[in-house]
């Protein structure tokens, strides 16, 4: 089973840039690389994913390593609407994997 | 558009009861996904439907957890004699094409209390 580590917690300071880091070394070649944000009692919400590539979208950049065993999830300047629970999530053939996530918490 | 909507919000039920939580994903989605997410804890994966067939059922704990979803749209998880430890948030997601491949979408979840 894919499986992943990152930091319980990290603290940004608004309009500054947050990179959270993601361990997933028992990744697969073909596993897709998802990232995922939680707001208190609401469901998962997509923020971006991929495979090998550095990724952008407008929420957010994906960097992978070139081994892909980790990756990073940059928020280039961060908001108060950004404090929430970030999940790395590979895609064990069928299967999501979520950790625990990293609680994201950012000072005005 | 509308998202994922789940029913009901809230489920509360007594020991050994019978539950049907509902799942409705964004139209045209064809890959529905299951997951069970206890407090502080990330969603844990239940079952993956791509169609109508279950492709994935691995994740189901135990064989009191069925999932159905007879025309590729809503699905049903039902849970039979359920227990105090089946009490979290289940959560649905949808996403178009395989696994993995696009972006899933999240509904609220259904909190579940087994007391």
């Known amino acids: 089973d894919a499986k992943t580590t990152q930091p319980n917690s990290m603290e940004s300071n608004e309009e500054e840039p947050v990179h959270l880091p993601c361990n997933h070394s028992?990744?697969?070649?073909?596993?897709?690389i998802h990232w995922y944000r939680q707001l208190p009692s609401q469901g998962p919400e997509y923020v971006i994913h991929g495979l090998t590539s550095n990724v952008n979208n407008r929420m957010a950049s994906l960097a992978i390593a070139e081994d892909r065993k980790s990756s990073t999830l940059i928020l280039h300047r961060a908001t108060l609407r950004d404090a929430a629970v970030y999940y790395c999530s590979p895609v064990d053939f069928n299967k999501f994997y979520f950790g625990s996530g990293t609680k994201l918490n950012v000072k005005p | 558009g509308a998202g994922v909507s789940q029913t009901p919000s809230n489920k509360v039920t007594e020991k050994g009861k019978y539950v049907e939580l509902r799942c409705d994903p964004i139209s045209g989605h064809t890959a529905l996904y299951w997951y069970r997410q206890s407090l502080g804890q990330g969603p844990e994966f239940l079952i993956y439907?791509?169609?109508?067939?279950?492709?994935?059922d691995s994740g189901l704990p135990n064989d009191r957890f069925f999932a159905v979803r007879p025309e590729g749209s809503v699905s049903t998880l039902k849970i039979q004699r359920t227990e105090r430890g089946d009490s979290a948030v289940y959560l649905c997601?949808?996403?178009?094409?395989?696994?993995?491949?696009?972006?899933?979408?999240f509904g609220p979840g259904t909190r579940l209390t087994v007391t």
């Open positions: 997601a949808s996403s178009l094409g395989l696994a993995g491949v696009r972006e899933q979408y």
């Open positions: 439907f791509q169609g109508t067939g279950a492709a994935d």
């Open positions: 028992t990744i697969s070649g073909t596993d897709y």
